[in-house]
T-cell receptor, first 113, second 111 residues
Framework: EPEVTQTPSHQVTQMGQEVILRCVPI?????FYWYRQILGQKVEFLVS????????KSEIFDDQFSVERPDGSNFTLKIRSTKLEDSAMYFC???????????FGDGTRLSIL | LAKTTQPISMDSYEGQEVNITCSHN???????ITWYQQFPSQGPRFIIQ???TKVTNEVASLFIPADRKSSTLSLPRVSLSDTAVYYC????????????FGKGTMLLVSP
């Protein structure tokens, strides 16, 4: 069964540094999402992306965050100048379209020191 | 968005049937009910989705009464590997409808 893959599985970064989290959505999917889950808390929506532009974003997704689909397969989340509170699991998800469930990757654990 | 309420935790034993009920009194006409499963350090995994009556797949069944104000996820003959958090989500099945996760139900299956 096709899967959403995310790399790296664990990223450790110093506070203030930039990080890029990578995702390869399922190949025929057209809609992409990033969510995050702080340890012990709920899964929270960050941003959705379609046709090379952001469709919707949450209050969490401020100016330090950006997303990009640099080629036909990758979907990235960049966090500029990371903060301690950015430490969380970051999940990428994708769906082929309406009436289809979102499929999630297994996430990248981001640890900010 | 319709608010959902589910038990915080449930305990079961291997081989038993487990039913997790979710309340969604304010469900809208266009809303569907979707259940996800999440293991520690993994992403949520889609289990089942429905609009009304009963839906069954190879993993679970979903029962939705006529008023759609609640739904029940039924897991037949659970095993230890079914220990996970189960989330009930309610919303439109359109790509612009982002998923809103609650705290879910932590199911613990014991030998």
């Amino acid at each position: 069964e096709p899967e959403v893959t995310q790399t790296p599985s664990h990223q450790v970064t110093q506070m203030g540094q930039e990080v890029i989290l990578r995702c390869v959505p399922i190949s025929n999917h057209l809609y992409f999402y990033w969510y995050r889950q702080i340890l012990g808390q709920k899964v929270e929506f960050l941003v959705s992306f379609y046709n090379n532009e952001i469709s919707e974003k949450s209050e969490i997704f401020d100016d330090q965050f950006s997303v990009e689909r640099p080629d036909g397969s990758n979907f990235t989340l960049k966090i500029r100048s990371t903060k301690l509170e950015d430490s969380a699991m970051y999940f990428c998800a994708s769906t082929p379209g309406d009436a289809q469930p979102q499929h999630f990757g297994d996430g990248t654990r981001l640890s900010i020191l | 968005l319709a608010k959902t309420t589910q038990p915080i935790s449930m305990d079961s034993y291997e081989g038993q049937e487990v039913n997790i009920t979710c309340s969604h009194n304010n469900i809208a006409t266009n809303d569907y009910i979707t259940w996800y499963q999440q293991f520690p350090s993994q992403g949520p995994r889609f289990i089942i989705q429905g609009y009304k009556t009963k839906v069954t797949n190879e993993v679970a069944s979903l029962f939705i009464p006529a008023d759609r104000k609640s739904s029940t996820l039924s897991l037949p003959r659970v095993s230890l590997s079914d220990t996970a958090v189960y989330y009930c989500l309610v919303g439109e099945l359109i790509v612009t409808s982002t998923l809103t996760f609650g705290k879910g139900t932590m199911l613990l299956v014991s030998p």
